[in-house]
C-alpha cells in the first residue's frame, strides 16, 4: 500500500513538472515525458496486473491534460508497459545505460503508436511531420532524466517488498 | 482459463486496457471528444495543486531571471568601470601626448630660429647626485653631438655638452660650475660672463661698475663666447651686488628654462646664429 502510495505521489509529481513547470522553462518546446519513465520503471519492476493498471491510468491522466483524443496516451502507454515487461522478462535489463537505451526506445514505441492510431482514427493531415521534428529531442531528453527519476523511483521499491 | 489468468495476469491486464483504450480512442474520435467525468475529475482535482506548482515555479523563475539580470548588470557595471578607468587612462595618455605635442612643437619653432645644424634630443636620466646639475640626453656622436656643444631649450640656455657617446651624451647646466656664457642685459647693452653659482641660479659677473642693470632685467647670450648662438635667453636678474670699492659688479640672475622639468632640448653646433 506504501508503495502504491509512493508511486502514485511520483506520478502526480511527474504529471505537474510536466504540466506546470517545464513548459515554463526556455526549453519548453521540449518537455520530457516524465511520466513515460515512471510507466518504463512499472513495466520494468510492476510485473503484476496493478503495474499494467498503473500504466493505464498514467497515461490517462495524461489524456486529461493534453489536447488530444482521450485513450490514446492511455493506449500509448499501456503498451510500453506490455512491452517493456515482455522486454524485461527477455533480457536483463538492470544497468544504467540499458535503461537509457530503454526509456528512448519507449519514447520512439510510444510516438510511433500515437501516430498510428491517429492515422486510423483521425487522420490529422502533417501531424506525423511535425512530431517527427521534435521526437528525436523529446525521446533524448526523456532518456538523459531517466537515471535520476528512476534512482527516485527505486527507493520505493523496498516499500514493497515490505508491503 | 482461469489459470491462465492466474499465470499471465499482467499480460492479460495489459491487452484488456489496450482493447480498453482503444474503444476510448474509437469512440472519442466519432464524437469529438466525450466529456467523459474521470477526466472531469483529474483536471478539477488537479487544479489547484497545479496552480500551487505553477505560480511556485513562475514566482522561482522570475526571481532566477531577476537574478539573473542582477548578475548581468553587475556585469555590465564591472564592464563599465573598467571602461571608465581605460577611458581615464587614455585620457591621461592624450594630455601627455598633448603637452609633448606642444613642447615638440615649441621646440620645433625654437628651431627653425637657428642656422645651421641643431639636433633635438629627449632628456633620458637625471643626474643622480644633484650637486653636478647635469642630465643624460639620448642623442650621442652618431647623431652629430660634440663636447662643448650649446644646449637650449624654447626657454632658455640649458647648458653644454659636457661628454658624448656614440648614442647619448651628458650635459652640464649653466648652473653648474662650467664655462660661462658671454651674456649682455638687452636694455643696456652691459656685457659679462654668466656662470653657476652656488644654490640653483647663476650669476653674472664682470660687470664694469657703471654698467647699467637693473634687477628684472633680462639676460641674453651675446654670441661673443663662440659656443652659445646670439640672442637666447639665459635668465633675469635677480638682484645686484654693489661693492664701493670693488671694480666690478656681479648681478644675481635666474635661469629662465626649468630644469627640472625638461623633457626634450635642442643641441646646437658651436658657433651657430640665431637669426634675427
Known amino acids: ?163 | 482459463m482461469w489459470e491462465f489468468l492466474r499465470r499471465n495476469g499482467t499480460l492479460a491486464t495489459s491487452g484488456a486496457l489496450l482493447v480498453l483504450s482503444l474503444a476510448l480512442v474509437s469512440t472519442n474520435a466519432r464524437y469529438q471528444r466525450l466529456d467523459d467525468p474521470a477526466s472531469r475529475v483529474l483536471l478539477e482535482g488537479m487544479r489547484p495543486l497545479q496552480l500551487a506548482v505553477a505560480e511556485t515555479a513562475r514566482l522561482g523563475l522570475a526571481v532566477w531571471r531577476q537574478y539573473i539580470a542582477l548578475v548581468g548588470l553587475q556585469r555590465e557595471n564591472d564592464a563599465l568601470r573598467k571602461r571608465l578607468l581605460e577611458l581615464e587612462q587614455e585620457i591621461v595618455r592624450l594630455a601627455e601626448v598633448e603637452q609633448t605635442n606642444r613642447r615638440l612643437s615649441e621646440l620645433l619653432e625654437f628651431r627653425s630660429a637657428f642656422r645651421g645644424r641643431a639636433v633635438a634630443a629627449q632628456v633620458i636620466a637625471k643626474d643622480p647626485l644633484p650637486w653636478f646639475r647635469s642630465f643624460v640626453i639620448d642623442k650621442g656622436e652618431a647623431d652629430g653631438v660634440r663636447k662643448g656643444m650649446a644646449v637650449l631649450s624654447p626657454y632658455g640656455v640649458v647648458g653644454q655638452i659636457q661628454q658624448a657617446s656614440r648614442h647619448s651624451a651628458r650635459v652640464l647646466l649653466i648652473t653648474g660650475h662650467n664655462r660661462g656664457v658671454d651674456a649682455v642685459v638687452p636694455r643696456s647693452r652691459a656685457r659679462g660672463i654668466v656662470e653657476g653659482a652656488v644654490g640653483d641660479g647663476c650669476v653674472m659677473k664682470y660687470l664694469k661698475p657703471g654698467e647699467d642693470v637693473q634687477v628684472g632685467d633680462r639676460v641674453v647670450t651675446s654670441g661673443f663666447d663662440g659656443i652659445f648662438p646670439k640672442g637666447v635667453v639665459i635668465g633675469h636678474v635677480t638682484g645686484l651686488s654693489r661693492r664701493s670699492r670693488a671694480l666690478l659688479q656681479v648681478a644675481q640672475v635666474e635661469p629662465a628654462a626649468p630644469f627640472d622639468r625638461l623633457e626634450e632640448v635642442l643641441v646646437v653646433e658651436s658657433g651657430n646664429r640665431r637669426e634675427p
Open chain 1, 1 to 163: 500500500m506504501r508503495a502504491a502510495t509512493g508511486l502514485a505521489l511520483v506520478a502526480l509529481a511527474a504529471l505537474l513538472l510536466q504540466t506546470a513547470v517545464l513548459s515554463l522553462l526556455p526549453a519548453g518546446l521540449f518537455v520530457p515525458d516524465l511520466m513515460l519513465v515512471v510507466c518504463v520503471y512499472l513495466g520494468l519492476h510492476a510485473h503484476s496486473p496493478a503495474g499494467a493498471l498503473a500504466a493505464f491510468a498514467i497515461g490517462y491522466a495524461e489524456d486529461a491534460f493534453s489536447g488530444t483524443v482521450l485513450g490514446l496516451n492511455a493506449f500509448a502507454m499501456s503498451l510500453v508497459f506490455l512491452l517493456v515487461y515482455l522486454t524485461s522478462r527477455q533480457l536483463w535489463v538492470d544497468n544504467t545505460l540499458s535503461k537509457v537505451v530503454l526509456v528512448f526506445t519507449a519514447y520512439l514505441l510510444k510516438t510511433l503508436a500515437m501516430v498510428l492510431l491517429i492515422g486510423l482514427f483521425l487522420s490529422l493531415e502533417g501531424l506525423w511531420r511535425t512530431i517527427a521534428r521534435y521526437v528525436w529531442w523529446e525521446a533524448a531528453l526523456a532518456a538523459i532524466l531517466s537515471p535520476p527519476l528512476f534512482a527516485l523511483l527505486s527507493r520505493i521499491r523496498p516499500l514493497a517488498e515490505a508491503d
